[in-house]
């Protein structure tokens, strides 16, 4: 008898306490390696700030935002998605107004032109919106409503050239060209943000 009981407790400090601590590590280690969803939309939200902070600060923007496509609800009766963008990002200037609370869940066809050409161009350029010369591409409205005087879309794309976004430059004070050298830094800063977000959106 004592040796059944010998063997019981040999078995389960041998066989299985090495296995019951195994089986509570992989866990543990399952739960430190997923990530934590807050925390990286925090850490996301700092990169993403710091940068269109230092856009803003470098050419002396009144306003700089970045939006985002998403899902915003289906289609009846198909249950097709229907395409949204939303301004998620956004710094701006002493004095100037915000407009991000005006551009959340947006249908993308009430901006088809400008989507349209930022698909295709990369960049939209609007050094003053009064010069009824320049193509603004359906967007003298939208900078009426939030006193522009010029600006600067850029395309942001992932590395495979998705289309994920769109990094915005805005002038209120004082209508202003900028030169070929800061367009070409600014898209360099796109793209920097597209691998920032999309690194974000894949995990």
Same mark, same amino acid.
């Not at 050419?59 to 985002?68: E, G, L, M, N, S």
């Given at each position: 008898m004592n040796s059944w009981i010998e063997l019981g407790v040999a078995f389960?400090?041998?066989?299985?306490g090495p296995i019951s601590v195994l089986y509570f590590k992989t866990?543990?280690?399952k739960r430190k390696k997923k990530p934590d969803m807050v925390v990286d939309a925090l850490r996301v939200s700092e990169l993403v700030t710091h940068k269109i902070d230092e856009i803003k600060e470098g &050419? $002396? *923007?009144?306003?700089?935002?970045?939006?985002?496509f998403h899902n915003g609800g289906h289609f009846y009766p198909t249950g097709k998605s229907i395409t949204k963008f939303s301004i998620m990002y956004e710094t701006v200037s002493t004095g100037v107004s915000s407009v991000q609370t005006?551009?959340?869940?947006?249908?993308?066809?009430?901006?088809?032109?400008?989507?349209n050409q930022l698909v295709t161009g990369d960049l939209i350029e609007i050094p003053d919106f009064s010069d009824v010369t320049v193509a603004t591409y359906g967007l003298r409205y939208a900078?009426?409503?939030?006193?522009?005087?010029?600006?600067?879309?850029?395309? &942001? $794309? *992932?590395?495979?050239?998705?289309?994920?976004?769109?990094?915005?430059i805005d002038y209120t004070k004082n209508k202003t060209q900028?030169?070929?050298?800061?367009?070409?830094?600014?898209m360099v800063h796109a793209s920097s943000l597209g691998g920032v977000l999309i690194n974000h959106l894949e995990h």
């Open positions: 389960t400090t041998g066989v299985l866990i543990l280690d &050419i $002396k *923007a009144d306003r700089v935002w970045v939006t985002q005006n551009y959340q869940n947006i249908p993308v066809h009430l901006f088809s032109k400008s989507l900078a009426e409503e939030s006193g522009c005087k010029s600006s600067y879309l850029f395309a &942001i $794309k *992932a590395i495979d050239n998705k289309f994920i976004g769109v990094l915005g900028l030169d070929d050298e800061i367009i070409n830094n600014i």
